[in-house]
Every structure is written in structure tokens, then in C-alpha cells.
């Protein structure tokens, strides 16, 4: 078992809820003190994304956030200098779109990202069936691979899902991509379907953007992951002392 | 003893090519295009669902297309052309072959509406036409740049009764609209079909699409045998997305004939790109050396695309097809004197494999040799934006 | 025992047709119209022209265009409508078929250039197109008012290696392109053949470029029998100077079915015209008190005139066919009618007869009936103009 | 033998040469005032043009001369009530389209013309096989029908037209409409061809704009007519003064 899914179970045995901010690497030079901030204000794991030209899974505002960073000259190895330089007190987890990896080479990608910090990575295109090698290549840096289900997934994929998917099972509460759905829509139903066949920590993502939103998907799940709604608040000025709150009014909800 | 290989065959149960192909989608998607997987199998194997959609292509599409040899031409260039004339077809280009097989399996399906994503617009009026027959409802995306650039094309679709949406991100043209086509497929996958547009995307759109479009290699198979041309020394074909070279090549993929397909020297993902992984599938893509995709650039809108569907990928590593890329200065010159000499105005894309025979006629191409041109598409979509072009130069 | 009467055989040796036709041209011109008349009747008699001419048009133009059942538009409207496809002919519309005739008439009499009249600019591209396939030197005269509303198509006959010449005499549109051609083709009779773009002028233009299209109405007949529809009960096409609907007529003039010609309301010769002498004929014409001729006006260009063929004009008179008039609203509404339930962009012109059938289903053709169309074109070349209309609405 | 050939012949036994002005009816108010004037100048007869809607076989300058005249409500009823009105002192022939006179009734017109003076009749797009009845109607009301022959006439059609014409022949120089060519180009052969089958005046047209010409046409045939040089002065403002002097030096260079 990778450390990423020690570590969340342990979490979970705790009893308590997971919380993960998604941020965008280098949309703004502060970035990580951004995720830093996050960590403070009650996050318990960081997705961390790596700008690609054709994000074809995320929303307008996700897109923007990857323009401006692509644009200010982010790359792999710069975020990685980054993460490397920093020490943000939670686990790091890239999310990014398959082509990156595969040009940069998938044993040096994943080797490149183990000694950066990171210990899981979510690649919304790199399906079960494709995902051999690149899961090869993070085996041999603990590197988590972590894989979505959404509503549309059938019973057969859910319980390969389940089963393959490394540190948490990613739920998608509705069919749609990040940013444009509100709420939570068929998370229960999802989630369910993941705990039929795998007992691996389920969180629930796309569609939350609001801390009444989180707690309601944390009642069935053992957590959340908060994108666009964070991002949309960076991409409108805000600090990182803003983001702390911004997390911490989340973790109120969850907690409560 | 080892047995030839055996080319444009179906692809590996993961949608291979060789080492391309596949399907790299989001899980969200994963289940509509296994879905569409197995209907198009179990639709290409029923003799009722074939003859639907090949009496479609004949009495609305107006296949088959006829081979016309282009006399004067071929005299000037010293060598024996013959234009498999796509451009005939219903819509102005082969895209119809497409669209109107995606639309029979889309009603096949019991779906009841297509999204599409298009360029210069060809294949959005293809698909919305397609659509209107059937009376599926139909939105297309474009990119805003595009709209503007294409208006016409917008109101033709619009006409048909389908809804336009430009599309605002990225470079706000073909490749950001098939990025916001598969995110809206996200959303309505339930009910709605993605036509893609090229023999590109996850599996089993890049075969299936040039199943599609293999129709024009069989017809053209069978005219010059008729005509006692036989097999071409030659077949030769412009390259977007690749699904009109897909077609031709598909009959004669086994014979002797060399295969060609002219890319757009600024969208040349074979000769200048390198293995990567986009719009559903891995194959050869113009990317910066960190990996991001970078835009083409064409006189063309339609080759406009910085990738290549997988199988060219794969024909090309095998070395059982040729690409080759071609400038626009050359490609006005073709497009001018096809006109001139053969009374057909080609598409600006179609003109790129014009002016690769002129390049090459005596030269790679042996004085004499027999080529077959796929004339994808007429030029009368690109007749204004080449009058703007050279009155700009008077 | 009288037998019935014979209709669209060949006219008197004069070119009548009852009272109209004959040839009303300056002396200067009367050579070439006795030396155009014997060579069409030594081609039209020789088997060799004859298939040259056919093959050109199945190889080059794309003949045979299909017949399509328009499944949807005839639900709506409770009759069953067969869509005769000219649309889908090189060029967009039935003048390919003419012009393929007229230019190898061209050179099998030893001319090498030949002029022709246009007003929206299709028999010119389609002139252009046939004399740029033969190397023939080709020059167009059009309204100047027509070059401004229609550039693009002055475009792509230059692009085709024509030469277009404004014409700035009375109402600068088609009845003075016609004129206009007219008055030089005096000047370069010796070596030019004047290619005109309907069934109108002198004879044997009428009758000859009647046979031309016949082809339409020959294919049609043949169709509709092969797929068990036989003879339809009504045939219908838009009438300008009249080739289309003549050409589709040719193929059922003998027999049961009713032959409607649908002009443009603003330019019903048959309906508000009288007889007079015009461009080289009698006929039908709409003129003033005085005898003037006066400005046609629909809104397609290609309707445009203030006359009709001299044989429509007899087919009115012997009560064989029947003549409507449809005004430019009903065509906005047909035209977008047959896009949406069809998939098929018909050109304004082509939409004249959708609107009539639309008007008239359940009444003048009763419920069940069938009807043949004409879809003389495509509608591509009135996008822009369809789209400033309705703009101008909103 | 129509009264209009009785004189014309007369004309040339008296050993001179026609001078046949054209002038468009109605392009001006005091058009019959050009007429008188050039009448006084040396005409022996004139040609009045009555507009029409689409004058195939005129260049631009008399189709400009018609589209002013139609413009000011030229009809052959006005013309020919003015025709009546005044005393021109020479034979009158009508030139038009046939669309016209078919309007108007060809009985009816020819026998209108009539009554208002006119002798003759040039109906350019009226072909010989298609005159019959026109010709009918002529022959009630003394009108001649004057046909033209062209260079391209065939030697069958010009014995045809030169004994079907009457009054004179007239003889096109060129392969052109009125005024776009200069000079008298194979006028020599076409009159001869006339001639050799009959002895009716034939006078040469289109293409005669100065007095040179004039004076070279007439070396060879009976007379000549002069059209749209003349016209394109009334269009540039000539006074009636102007076309005497105009017509007396075409008259001067005739008789020299
Ligand atoms: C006429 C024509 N040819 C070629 C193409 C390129 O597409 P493909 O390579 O899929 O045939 C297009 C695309 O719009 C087109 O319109
Ligand atoms: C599409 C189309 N239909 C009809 C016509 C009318 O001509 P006709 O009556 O000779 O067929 C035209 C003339 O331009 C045309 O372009």
C-alpha cells in the first residue's frame, strides 16, 4: 500500500473528514504559500495542478488559472523546484493531463515528483485500461495513483476502479466538468457503489463549492475535494491569509 | 513462412494501432464510447443497418462521387491525374460520409441529439445537415475566432436548425472546440452523441470514422479498374485530422500503390511533432518541449490541427505511408491553377495534395505514373478568403 | 381518329413553338444562328457527341444526381415529395448541364472562345468552369449592379481564367447582360459562340439547350420508375428563362403528370406578361403599356427576368403546363423550411417551388399526391444574402 | 415600287450621293428642330429612332440617347404626333425594335406611321424569314421595310435580303453594333454582293463618324448614314445650329 493511503486511512480512522483544496501551480508567484495557507486553515491534503494547453476535463475557471500559469513559464520541473523548496505539512498530490507525464517520460515524471514531495497523482485521462505503465512508473516511487469514478461509470468498472485506484477513490458527484456543476448530486449513489466492492477512502469532487456542500457530501463520504470555487478566489485577488479562511470556514462545516 | 501485414484491418481490442490509438477520456466518458464501440461493431456487421446508410450516401448524398480525369492537367505535369471528386458530395466535401453514418447509429443508439465540433465549418454544416434529415437536434462548437472568420458557415448551420456555440478559450479555435465538445459530452452523454469530425479522438471514433469514410477508396478501387487504369502508382490526399486520406487509402492499403498524405507545413504532426497523447488519443502531435500542444498554422482551416488521427501515425512509422508537408504559397498557386486548367475550384485543403503533384511531378513522382488525387472538398467556402489574400497583394 | 398532340419534340424549321420562338436577331447574327442550328443538329445525331457529352457530365458534373425522398417535409405537409438533386451538380445547379453541351458544340465547330451572359452569376461559373476544362478563352458579361451583389461569384469565374466585363447599360442586371453579349457576339461571331444560360434567345438556343437539360427530366423519370414510384402526379420546378423546368419537363411531357412552372411573383411573365419579341424570340414578356420591357424583381437574382422560354410560353398557351407566381416571402419561409427538415439548403431560386408546394398541399395537389421537384441548386451562393435579410429583421 | 425607293432612286439618277442622318426621337424637346436643321444642312433623308427599352444592336451612345428619351415619355404615339406637327422637307424612315411595333399592332402602326409622313421602316432584329407579316402591313400603308446586310451575310442571304429590301440596302461596314467602330472596314464587298443581284440603292452604315469617312463609303455605294457621331453631339449639347454645320461638312465632303 502506498504511504498516501496509510496516511488517509489513518485520517479516516481518526474520524475525521478529509478536506482537498485543488490549487493551480504558478497562477500567481505565491502559489505556495497559498497551499501553505490552506494546510493552516485545515486542509489535510493538497491537489496540486500541473497546467496543460488542453485541460479537457476542467471548467472556464480552471482553464484560466492554467493560461495564466502556462504563460508565466510554469513546467514540471519548475513546480517541482518549487514543492521541493517548500515544506507545506500535507500530502501533495499533482493532478494533470496524461500528455505531460508521457512527454516528460513516465518513470522520470514519477521519480521527478517523488523527490519533489508528492506522493499521489490524478490524471483525468489516463484511463484504467491505458494507465499500465504510467502506474509501473509511480509503483516505483510510492507514488499513488489515484483514479475517478462518476455516475456513469457502470458496476463493472466501479469495482476494477475501486480496486486499482491508489490512496482514495475520486467520486465525481455529477457529469460534468470541474466548475460547472453546483452541489452534489448523485455523490451518494457513486460512493456507494465504490464502498460495494473496496473499502478505499471515497471522496466526493466536482460540484462542491460551498462549506454546506462539502458537509453534505461528507455525511456519506470520507471526504471532499474543493476546486473551482478556491481557484475563482484566487483568480479574483485573493491572499493567501484569504485562502486560510476561505479552508477553514470548510473545515468548520465538515467538522461540524 | 511470414505472411505481408495487413493494413487498415480493425485495431487491437484497445483501439491500437501499432503503439497508437487507444482511449484516454475521462472515466465520465469511458461508458459511452464503450457503448458506441459495441453498437458501431454490431451495426457494421448488419446487412440492414449497411444498406441504410449506403442508400443514404447514394440518394441523398449524391455517391457515388465520380473519378475524373484531369486531361489538361496531367499534359502540363507529365503525369496521369485522376480527382476522386469528394467535392461533388453533398455539403461541398466528404465529411457527409461521416456524419451520415454517426447519425444513423446515433437514432440506432436512441439518442436523440449530436454535438459536434468544427473548424472552418465543413463539418458542422455536414453534421448539422445530417442531423436536420433525421430530425436529431444538433449543436456545434466552434471556435470564436472561427465564428467570425467562417460566418457564413455559422448561418448555413444555423439555417439547418442547429445551434452554434463559439467557444472562448484557449486559442478559440478547432483543437479548444474539440476540448469544449468533450466537456459538454460530459454532460449530456445520456441522450447526446459526440460526431466527431476526423479519424481522431478516443477508440472507436478513429476507426470507425474511417470505416466511414472507406467508401471513397472502394468506390475509387472499382472506377479505375472499370476505366482499365487499374491500381495507381500513386494515391495522394491532404491531411487534417486525416479521416478523407483515411478513406482513399483504405482501398488500396494492401495493393502497390504509394500512399501520400499532404500535411499543412504549419500543422505538419508527422514531420515535425512527436508521440504524445490528446483529444482522446495518443498519436503524433505538434508540442512544445515541455509537452503543451501548440496551435497549428494554415492557410486551411480545416488542416488547421496540430495532430494526426492514430492510424496515419502508425501508417507512417511503418513506413506503409508517406506525409510530407506542404507551404500555403504553394497551395494558392494550386488551388489557382486546378481552377484554371480543370474548371474544378478545389478546397483549400484539397489543394495541398494538388500542389504536392505539382512539386513532385517528374521528380518523386516518375514522369507517367498514375496518381489518384482525393479532391476532398470545393473551394467555394475559401473563394473569399483568397480574394482578400490576393487583392491584399495587388 | 386524331391522335394527341406531342409535346416538347422538336420546333418548326423556323424554331416555333405554336406562335412562339422563331429568331428575331440582327442580320449580322443570322449566319451563326443557321450555322449553330445545323451543327446541333449534326451533334445531336451523332453518337460519338453524344457520348462525349455524357460522359463529361457523369465524369466531370457528377451526373447522375439522385432523386430524394423527402421523408420529413412530406410527412409535414401530407403529400410525397421526390427531390430531383441538381443541387448536387458541379457548379451547384442544373447549368452545368447546358454549358457541358454548348462549349463541346464550341470546339466541334472550330470556335475557341465563347461568351455568355449571367445575373447572380451561376451560368457564368458554370460557363467559366466548362470552357476552363476545354481551354476555351471565355468572357462573361454581367449587370454592374450584379458584380457589386454577387463579387464572389465574379471572383471565382476569374479564378477560373475568365473574364468578367460589367455591363453599365439600362438596368445593369440580366436582361442587359443579355444585351449586352448579344451586341459583342456581332463583333467576334467568327470565332466565339455565345453560350446562353437558358431556353431563350434565338433558335436553336430554345430547343437546343431544352435537349441539354432534358437529361434532368430523362435520369428522373427513369428513377422514380426504378423505385416503383412511376409517373408522380405533378412535376414542379422554378421557372427563370426556363432550362430547368424544361430540362425536368422533357422527361414527363407526354405523360399524366401535371407540369407546374413556378415563377417569381415579380417576374410572372406567363401570369402578368403579354406576348412580344425580346433577346431573339417571341414569347411571353412583362412590359410596359408601350411595349417597353420592364424590371423584373424577385429576390433570387436567377429569377431575375422579364421573359420566359419561347416553349413555356406555347406549353402555357396549349394549356399542357401551368405557370404560378410565389412572392419573396413565402421563398425566405421555403427555403427555411426544407433546410430544417431536411438537411438541404436550396438556392432561392430552387426554394420558389418548395413554396409553392407548401401552399398548395391539400388544396391544388390533393393530399397522398406525388410530387417531383426540381432542386435546381444549392443555396449556398444565398447564405449572405438570406442572412443580411433576416438580420435586417431582428 | 414603294414611294420612299421612287425617290431614293431618283436621288441617285440625279448623280448624287445620301446623306442619311439618325437621330433619336424625344432625346431632346427640340429633337425635329435637329431634324429640320439637318434636312437644311444637306440631308436627303432621315433616320428617327424611336426608343426602346433594350436596343440590342446600339452601342452606348444611342442607348444613352434612348434611356433619355424613354426618361422623358417617349412613346411612337408622341413621336409620331410631332412627326405630323411639322414639315422635315425630306422622306422619314423609322428605326426601332420590333417588340414595339408587335405592341402596338403592326396594322396599326404602319398605318400610324403613315399618316404622320413616315416612308420607311429599319427594324434591325426583325429577320427576313420572320417579316412577313410586318412586311404585309407595310405594303398597306406605302411604307418601305429596309433590311441590312452584314459582312457575315452568305451569298445566298444577300440575294434574298437585296431584293426583299425596299427603299435602299443597308449596308453594315462592320461587325459591330452602332457606334463602336470607325470606318467603312469591308463595306466595298458587302455593297458589291448587294449588287450583284439587284440595282436598289445600298448605303453604308455603322462605323461612319467624320466626313472622311463619309467621303470614302460613298466612293463605292449610293449613300451613307451617319449615327452615332451625331447623336453623341446632341448628347453634348449641340444646338440645331450645330447639326447643320455638323451635317453640311459631312454633306461638303460627299459632293467634293
Ligand atoms: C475539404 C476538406 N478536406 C480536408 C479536410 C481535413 O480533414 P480530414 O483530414 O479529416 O479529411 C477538411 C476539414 O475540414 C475539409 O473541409
Ligand atoms: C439554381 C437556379 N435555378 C433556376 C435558375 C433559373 O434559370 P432557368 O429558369 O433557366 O432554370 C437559375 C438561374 O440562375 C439558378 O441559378
Not at chain 1, 489535510?44 to 488559472?65: H, N, R
Not at chain 1, 521519480?111 to 497523482?121: E, T
Not at chain 2, 458542422?124 to 456545434?140: E, I, K, S, W, Y
Not at chain 2, 494558392?332 to 484539397?350: D, K, M, R, W
Given at each position: 500500500m502506498k504511504s498516501l493511503e496509510v496516511t488517509l486511512r489513518a485520517l479516516r480512522e481518526s474520524g475525521r473528514k478529509a478536506l482537498v483544496p485543488y490549487f493551480m501551480a504558478g497562477v500567481t508567484p505565491n502559489w505556495t504559500q497559498?497551499?501553505?495557507?490552506?494546510?493552516?486553515?485545515?486542509?489535510?491534503?493538497?491537489?496540486?495542478?500541473?497546467?496543460?494547453?488542453?485541460?479537457?476535463?476542467?471548467?472556464?475557471?480552471?482553464?484560466?488559472?492554467?493560461?495564466?500559469?502556462?504563460?508565466?513559464?510554469?513546467?514540471?520541473?519548475?513546480?517541482?523546484?518549487?514543492?521541493?523548496?517548500?515544506?507545506?505539512?500535507?500530502?501533495?498530490?499533482?493532478?494533470?493531463?496524461?500528455?505531460?507525464?508521457?512527454?516528460?517520460?513516465?518513470?522520470?515524471?514519477?521519480?521527478?515528483?517523488?523527490?519533489?514531495?508528492?506522493?499521489?497523482?490524478?490524471?483525468?485521462?489516463?484511463?484504467?485500461?491505458?494507465?499500465?505503465?504510467?502506474?509501473?512508473?509511480c509503483d516505483e516511487n510510492d507514488i499513488a495513483t489515484i483514479f475517478l469514478v462518476a455516475p456513469s461509470t457502470t458496476p463493472e468498472r466501479f469495482a476494477r476502479l475501486a480496486r486499482a485506484t491508489e490512496g482514495f477513490c475520486y467520486a465525481s458527484a455529477r457529469m460534468a466538468v470541474t466548475g460547472r456543476a453546483q452541489g452534489a448530486g448523485d455523490a451518494t449513489r457513486v460512493v456507494d457503489a465504490v464502498r460495494a466492492t473496496s473499502d478505499v477512502p471515497t471522496y466526493v469532487g466536482i460540484g462542491i463549492s460551498s462549506p454546506e456542500q462539502a458537509r453534505d457530501a461528507t455525511e456519506h463520504s470520507d471526504g471532499v475535494i474543493v476546486g473551482s470555487a478556491l481557484v475563482d478566489t484566487i483568480l479574483t485577488g485573493a491572499s493567501p491569509a484569504d485562502t486560510e479562511v476561505f479552508i477553514a470556514s470548510f473545515r468548520r462545516a465538515i467538522d461540524k | 513462412m511470414s505472411q505481408p501485414p495487413v493494413f487498415m484491418g480493425a485495431p487491437s481490442s484497445t483501439g491500437r494501432f501499432g503503439d497508437f490509438g487507444g482511449r484516454f477520456v475521462p472515466e465520465a466518458l469511458m461508458p459511452a464510447c464503450l457503448e458506441l464501440e459495441a453498437a458501431f461493431i454490431d451495426a457494421w456487421s448488419d446487412p440492414v443497418f449497411i444498406d441504410e446508410y449506403h442508400s443514404v450516401?447514394?440518394?441523398?448524398?449524391?455517391?457515388?462521387t465520380p473519378v475524373t480525369y484531369l486531361g489538361r492537367f496531367s499534359k502540363l505535369f507529365g503525369v496521369e491525374v485522376y480527382a476522386k471528386r469528394e467535392d461533388l458530395a453533398h455539403t461541398g466535401s466528404h465529411k457527409i460520409n461521416n456524419v451520415v453514418g454517426q447519425t444513423l447509429l446515433t437514432r440506432r443508439m436512441g439518442k436523440t441529439r449530436v454535438i459536434a465540433?468544427?473548424?472552418?465549418?465543413?463539418?458542422?454544416?455536414?453534421?448539422?445537415?445530417?442531423?436536420?434529415?433525421?430530425?436529431?437536434?444538433?449543436?456545434?462548437y466552434m471556435g470564436e475566432l472561427d465564428t467570425h472568420r467562417q460566418e457564413l458557415n455559422v448561418f448555413r448551420m444555423e439555417l439547418l436548425g442547429s445551434t452554434v456555440v463559439p467557444v472562448?478559450?484557449?486559442?478559440?479555435?478547432?483543437?479548444?472546440a474539440v476540448n469544449e465538445a468533450m466537456r459538454e459530452w460530459v454532460s449530456c452523454v445520456e441522450d447526446t452523441h459526440y460526431?466527431?469530425?476526423?479519424?481522431?479522438?478516443?477508440?472507436p471514433f478513429p476507426w470507425m470514422v474511417r470505416e466511414f469514410q472507406s467508401i471513397i477508396g472502394r468506390e475509387a478501387e472499382e472506377q479505375l479498374t472499370a476505366r482499365g487504369v487499374g491500381v495507381p502508382d500513386v494515391v495522394v490526399a491532404c491531411v487534417g485530422g486525416g479521416s478523407n486520406a483515411a478513406g482513399i487509402f483504405a482501398g488500396f492499403a494492401n495493393s502497390s500503390a504509394r500512399l501520400v498524405g499532404v500535411e499543412a507545413a504549419g500543422g505538419a504532426a508527422v514531420s515535425n511533432g512527436s508521440p504524445g497523447v490528446l483529444h482522446g488519443m495518443k498519436s503524433m502531435l505538434i508540442q512544445s518541449e515541455h509537452g503543451q500542444i501548440e496551435e497549428a498554422h494554415s492557410i486551411s482551416a480545416g488542416l488547421d490541427y496540430p495532430g494526426i488521427g492514430?492510424?496515419?501515425?502508425?501508417?507512417?512509422?511503418?513506413g506503409r505511408?508517406?506525409?510530407?508537408?506542404?507551404?500555403?504559397?504553394?497551395?494558392?498557386?494550386?488551388?489557382?491553377?486546378?481552377?484554371?486548367?480543370?474548371?474544378?475550384?478545389?478546397?483549400?485543403?484539397?489543394?495541398?495534395?494538388?500542389?504536392?503533384?505539382?512539386?513532385?511531378?517528374?521528380?518523386?513522382?516518375?514522369?507517367g505514373s498514375t496518381v489518384l488525387l482525393n479532391l476532398s472538398g470545393r473551394g467555394d467556402k475559401d473563394v473569399a478568403q483568397v480574394l482578400d489574400i490576393l487583392r491584399g497583394r495587388e
Open positions: 497559498h497551499v501553505a495557507a490552506a494546510v493552516h486553515g485545515g486542509a489535510d491534503a493538497v491537489e496540486v495542478g500541473i497546467p496543460f494547453s488542453d485541460p479537457m476535463m476542467d471548467g472556464v475557471i480552471i482553464q484560466k488559472a492554467a493560461e495564466l500559469s502556462l504563460a508565466a513559464g510554469t513546467t514540471i520541473d519548475s513546480i517541482c523546484a518549487e514543492l521541493a523548496a517548500s515544506d507545506l505539512g500535507a500530502p501533495l498530490i499533482v493532478m494533470t493531463y496524461y500528455n505531460l507525464f508521457h512527454h516528460y517520460g513516465l518513470r522520470r515524471a514519477s521519480g521527478r515528483l517523488a523527490q519533489s514531495g508528492v506522493s499521489g497523482a490524478i490524471v483525468p485521462d489516463l484511463t484504467l485500461e491505458e494507465s499500465e505503465e504510467w502506474r509501473a512508473a | 450516401l447514394h440518394e441523398f448524398a449524391g455517391r457515388s465540433e468544427t473548424g472552418a465549418g465543413q463539418h458542422g454544416v455536414a453534421t448539422a445537415t445530417a442531423a436536420a434529415r433525421l430530425g436529431l437536434a444538433c449543436t456545434v472562448t478559450s484557449g486559442s478559440k479555435t478547432l483543437k479548444d460526431c466527431l469530425g476526423s479519424v481522431m479522438g478516443p477508440h492514430p492510424e496515419h501515425a502508425f501508417l507512417a512509422a511503418s505511408a508517406e506525409y510530407v508537408g506542404i507551404g500555403d504559397e504553394d497551395v494558392l498557386v494550386a488551388l489557382q491553377t486546378l481552377s484554371q486548367l480543370e474548371g474544378i475550384i478545389p478546397a483549400l485543403e484539397s489543394a495541398h495534395a494538388v500542389a504536392w503533384i505539382m512539386q513532385e511531378a517528374g521528380k518523386a513522382i516518375p514522369r
